[in-house]
Structures are given as structure tokens and as C-alpha cells.
């Protein structure tokens, strides 16, 4: 049997008490806007911004400094174009010194600290090789590829990074092959100063994706963020992995820039020492919490490949990869094992790798 009590002064005062919360929740509900998403176009490719948690004038006042960021970026880092990296590249080759701002220097100077960790697999100083391919440019060329002998002209002359002298402000170049392209690390370099910048204005749950590969900070109502990783053959999600706190996800990729001429596939990320397309790598994703090193890390496990690929991670201190052969074989670490998740049947073949 059910019997009904007056309210007791306590009951009344919790009851009060219920309402004020439920009154102030709804009030933050009206005003706060939990995911804001938006979408623009840089970096030659598609830029998603997500922003949780934050109130709609507040998300849309950061979206604007992420757009304007990411344009002046592109512009200051275009290896041809005029603007600082475009001057930088017409005078290293004059062999003697000259000054740049500091963003600059200080592109070069942690590029080279990774392409150092990589053996140079990573090695943004193959501009000219790059040029030569025609992957310089939005355009993805047609073709043919260049003749043996002018990718060889290149190859014997070794341009590095390590061919630079930055002293200060000051560069000089001791080769002059060296032509600077970043298009391997100044994605993941800009994401980590946007993320910088979008912390200082107030974010604390975001996620910046650049045409695939991103960084994320805090979470989404307490649930990591769930990203999807790209089948390199076929449409699709190959897997998934929880991110969260200060995280990111860089993929390199054949699929991205190539063509094919005469039924061959000739795709953007190129082997320094070879001066040739990588072969039998069809992509590389790291997991890592700065987004320039996972950026420089992909495109060196890249071109590191099957073979090397353990060596170069433990050198650049790298402990969640991926990397998928020609074949579809899978190779990984045993941390990005125990994270990811595949979601295709039947499950490719995989080698766990310390
Ligand atoms: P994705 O475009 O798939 O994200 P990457 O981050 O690996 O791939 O960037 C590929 C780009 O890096 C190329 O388009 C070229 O500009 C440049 N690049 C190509 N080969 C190398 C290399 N061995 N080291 C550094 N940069 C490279
Ligand atoms: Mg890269």
C-alpha cells in the first residue's frame, strides 16, 4: 500500500534544491552550443574543426583564428610560391648567407632535428626531386616520369638538411641541390601551432583534422574522441582508434597524389635514395602526442618501409604505428595493437613487431 505523506521542511528544501539545478542546467543548455563543426578549405585540402563544449560565439570566434592561421601559414610555408619559404628556396642556392624570420628557422631547425632521427628518410632538403616529379604543385601531374638521369643528377649531389648552417636568424647552404619541401611535415607542424593557439583562447575539447590526419585535445563528454583509419585499397574505414588528452593521427599514404602512366603507379612520397616513388608501401599511420613529429614519422616509416621500419620507430622514439604493404599485410607495434580496432572482414594479416 502506497501512503502519501505531507512534504517534510527537509523534502521541501531538496525539492527546491532540484528545481534551482534543473532550472540552471536549462539555462546553460540555451546558451551552450556542445559541438560545433565547421569546414574550410587549406593546406591544399579539407580542414574539419570540432569544438566541443564551448558557447557558440566562443567555438566561432576560434574557427575564425584556426582559418586565418592556416591561410597565413600556407602561404608563409609554400616551397614555391612567393612568400618566406618560396625567398628562402630561391636564395639557398646562391651558397651564401642571408636572413629569415624566426617561424622559419624554426621549421627548419625541428625538420631537421627529425630528419635526423630518421636516417633521412624523412629529408625535406629533396625539394628539387619533388619538383622533378611534378608533386610540387596542386595539380597532380600526368606524366611521364622523369628520365634516370636527371633523378640521378639529383641523387649524386645528397641534398640534406645537415647541408644547412643556421646561425641566428642567418641560413646558408653548403649544397646547392638543397630545395626546401615541407609538404611531408608542415601539415602536422601547423596543426601543433594551431592547437597551441586555439588552447590559449579558451578550447579544451577540439579536434583539427587536415584532410584526414589530425590532432585532438581533451574528449567529448568525458568519451574519447573515435577516429577512423582509411583503407588504403578500397572505400572506407580499415579501423578505429580512441584518442583523447593531447593526441595525434597522421596517415601517409600512396593513395593521396599519384598517377599512373603506361599502367604504372606513381605516387608523391619519394625515396631519397633511390629518387623513385617508395615501392611496396601502401600507407603508415602514427599515433603520437606532437602532430609534427607523427607527420615527419609517417612519411619516414614510409619510406623506411617493411624492412626498416622498427629500426627508424625506436630511433624517433615512435610507439603506436601501422604500416600496410602493397599486399595488405599489416605490420604494427604491440601498443597500437592493444588500441586499435579493425572494422573489415575478413581480418587482414597481421604482424605484431616489437
Ligand atoms: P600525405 O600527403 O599522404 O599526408 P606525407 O605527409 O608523407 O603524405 O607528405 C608527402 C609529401 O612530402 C610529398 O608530396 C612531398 O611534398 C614530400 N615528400 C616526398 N617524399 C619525401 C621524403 N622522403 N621526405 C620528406 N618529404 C617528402
Ligand atoms: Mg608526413
Redesign the pocket.
Known amino acids: 500500500m502506497i501512503t502519501i505523506k505531507p512534504f517534510s521542511p527537509s523534502a521541501f528544501v531538496l525539492i527546491l534544491l532540484a528545481c534551482f539545478v534543473l532550472f540552471a542546467c536549462t539555462e546553460t543548455n540555451k546558451t551552450a552550443q556542445p559541438i560545433v563543426k565547421e569546414e574550410v578549405y587549406a593546406f591544399g585540402t579539407l580542414v574539419n574543426i570540432t569544438l566541443y563544449g564551448l558557447p557558440e560565439a566562443k567555438a566561432y570566434e576560434i574557427i575564425g583564428a584556426v582559418v586565418n592561421d592556416f591561410s597565413y601559414l600556407e602561404n608563409v610555408w609554400h616551397p614555391w610560391k612567393a612568400g618566406s619559404l618560396g625567398r628562402v628556396n630561391q636564395l639557398l642556392p646562391t651558397k651564401s648567407a642571408f636572413s629569415t624570420g624566426p617561424g622559419v628557422i624554426q621549421l627548419m631547425t625541428e625538420a631537421r632535428k627529425l630528419s635526423r632521427m630518421s636516417d633521412d628518410?624523412?629529408?625535406?632538403a629533396?625539394g628539387a626531386l619533388?619538383k622533378l616529379w611534378g608533386?610540387?604543385q596542386d595539380e597532380i601531374p600526368l606524366g611521364p616520369p622523369p628520365s634516370l638521369a636527371d633523378i640521378e643528377n639529383i641523387l649524386k649531389q645528397k641534398p640534406s638538411l645537415d647541408n644547412l648552417d643556421i646561425k641566428g636568424f642567418t641560413v646558408r647552404s653548403n649544397n646547392e641541390a638543397v630545395i626546401l619541401?615541407f609538404?611531408?611535415?608542415a601539415?602536422g607542424y601547423a596543426v601543433q601551432q594551431v592547437i597551441d593557439h586555439i588552447k590559449a583562447l579558451g578550447a579544451t575539447n577540439a579536434i583539427i583534422n587536415v584532410?584526414g590526419?589530425l590532432h585532438v585535445i581533451g574528449n567529448k563528454a568525458g568519451q574519447p574522441w573515435r577516429i577512423g583509419i582509411r583503407n588504403p585499397r578500397g572505400q572506407g574505414i580499415l579501423a578505429s582508434i580512441d584518442v583523447e588528452g593531447s593526441e595525434s593521427v597522421?596517415?601517409?599514404?600512396d593513395y593521396?597524389?599519384f598517377y599512373e602512366y603506361q599502367g604504372k603507379r606513381y605516387h608523391?612520397?619519394?625515396?631519397?635514395q633511390t629518387g623513385f616513388p617508395v615501392q611496396g608501401v601502401s600507407s603508415v599511420t602514427v599515433v603520437h602526442s606532437s602532430p609534427a613529429t607523427a607527420?615527419a614519422a609517417?612519411?619516414?616509416l614510409?619510406?623506411a618501409g617493411p624492412v626498416h621500419w622498427r629500426n627508424i620507430a625506436k630511433q624517433m622514439s615512435l610507439h603506436e604505428v601501422m604500416l600496410i604493404d602493397d599486399k595488405g599485410v599489416i605490420y604494427m607495434t604491440p601498443e597500437m595493437q592493444q588500441r586499435i580496432r579493425f572494422e573489415i572482414e575478413p581480418r587482414p594479416k597481421i604482424i605484431v613487431q616489437r
Open positions: 628518410y624523412f629529408n625535406p629533396i619533388v608533386f610540387h619541401d609538404g611531408g611535415f601539415k584532410g590526419d597522421f596517415t601517409s599514404g593521396e597524389r608523391h612520397i619519394l625515396d631519397p607527420d609517417a612519411t619516414a614510409f619510406v
